[in-house]
Nanobody, 122 residues
């Protein structure tokens, strides 16, 4: 079974920075895609950024130039550096992994973390 543990959320003033971390566990060998999604109150969950095992990245237009996603394949971790934060970035941020291979099987479905709250005050 794959488990994801997120950390790094909190309260920050507009213009500030936060760094989110997420580590996957469960005898994992490789992970195809790791990413971050967010859900603001009253809104649907949306993609923030993804990164493949080869390092290719994809960002939502709303965060391009402000957020940076990275990963550590050895640690099975993904990070989201968030700079120049805006009040509209306030949301619960969820870690996501897709295409997980363990020693015994390949998991074709995505896994989600429980989420970490980011609040940006104006």
């Amino acid at each position: 079974q794959v488990q994801l543990v997120e950390s790094g959320g909190g309260l920050v003033q507009a213009g500030g920075s936060l760094r989110l971390s997420c580590t996957a566990s469960g005898s994992i060998l490789t992970i195809n895609t790791m990413g971050w999604y967010r859900q603001a109150p009253g809104k649907q969950r949306e993609l923030v950024a993804t990164i493949t095992g080869g390092g290719s990245t994809n960002y939502a237009d709303s965060v391009k130039g402000r957020f940076t996603i990275s990963r550590d394949n050895v640690q099975k971790s993904v990070y989201l550096q968030m700079d120049s934060l805006k009040p509209e970035d306030t949301a619960v941020y969820y870690c996501n992994v897709d295409g997980v291979a363990t020693m015994t099987r390949f998991y074709g479905m995505p896994y989600w973390g429980k989420g970490t709250l980011v609040t940006v005050s104006s």
